[in-house]
C-alpha cells in the first residue's frame, strides 16, 4: 500500500494566459518514490510536464477529467514512478501548454510504497455536478491499494472540499483548487470515496494504486 509522504500546489486566479507554470516542491523528495501531479488545463489545449531532476513523464496525461465548458477547462493526472532523489527547493515541475492557458495551476504529492510501473490499478474521473456532494467509485482487483481522490472545485474564493467516509485529508490548497485525501481499502473489489464540496461545480478523479 501507499503512504503520502508530502505535497503542495501553485495556481493563478489572475487569468493570464500563459504557456508554462510550474511547481517547486518546498520538501526533499526521495528516490524510488512515485509522485501524483495534477495540472488545469483549457478547452483546446493539451500540456506536457517535466522536471529539473529529469523524471520521465508520460507523453499523454495518465487520466483527465470532462471537459467542462461551463468552465472552459479540464483537469488531468500524470504519474510519475521510480522519481530521482532531490533536495528541498530544487526539482520544478513544469508544466507545457499548447497555446495560451488561463488561470493554470499544478499540484505535486508524493507517495512511497507504490509499484515502479506507474501503472494505476483503477482510475474514474467525474465532476461538474450541480451538488455538493461527491460520490465516485472504482474498481479494483487487488486488495490493500491506496485510493487517492483529487477534487478541483471551480472557485476562485477558496470553496472547500471535505472528505468523508473515513478518507483521510492529505492536501488542502490555500487557494481552494486543490483538494487531495486517500483511503486503504483491504478488500479487491469496487469502492467509493465520497467528500462535500463548498462549490457546486468541480471535477474529480479518483486513481486506486498498489
Not at 28 to 43: D, E
Not at 54 to 62: A, F, K, V
Amino acid at each position: 500500500m501507499g503512504q503520502y509522504t508530502n505535497g503542495g500546489s501553485a495556481s493563478d486566479l489572475s487569468g493570464g494566459p500563459f504557456t508554462t507554470y510550474s511547481f517547486t516542491p518546498t520538501w526533499a523528495s526521495t528516490a524510488g518514490n512515485m509522485y501524483l501531479v495534477y495540472v488545469s488545463v483549457n478547452i483546446g489545449v493539451t500540456v506536457t510536464v517535466a522536471d529539473v531532476a529529469g523524471n520521465t513523464y508520460p507523453s499523454t496525461p495518465t487520466e483527465q477529467t470532462a471537459v467542462q465548458s461551463f468552465e472552459q477547462e479540464y483537469q488531468v493526472l500524470f504519474l510519475v514512478p521510480s522519481i530521482k532523489g532531490a533536495s528541498a527547493n530544487t526539482n520544478t515541475v513544469k508544466a507545457t501548454y499548447s497555446g495560451p492557458n488561463y488561470f493554470p495551476g499544478v499540484a505535486v504529492f508524493e507517495y512511497s510504497g507504490l509499484n515502479t510501473s506507474g501503472q494505476p490499478d483503477a482510475l474514474n474521473e467525474n465532476g461538474n455536478f450541480p451538488t455538493t456532494s461527491l460520490s465516485i467509485s472504482a474498481s479494483a482487483s487487488a486488495s490493500n491499494d491506496t485510493y487517492v481522490l483529487m477534487v478541483f472545485p471551480f472557485s476562485t474564493d477558496g470553496e472547500p472540499a471535505t472528505f468523508t467516509g473515513g478518507t483521510t485529508t492529505r492536501y488542502a490548497d490555500p487557494q481552494g483548487n486543490f483538494y487531495l485525501g486517500d483511503q486503504v481499502f483491504s478488500s479487491a473489489g469496487s469502492h467509493t470515496m465520497t467528500a462535500t464540496v463548498g462549490s457546486t461545480t468541480y471535477t474529480a478523479i479518483l486513481a486506486a494504486l498498489r
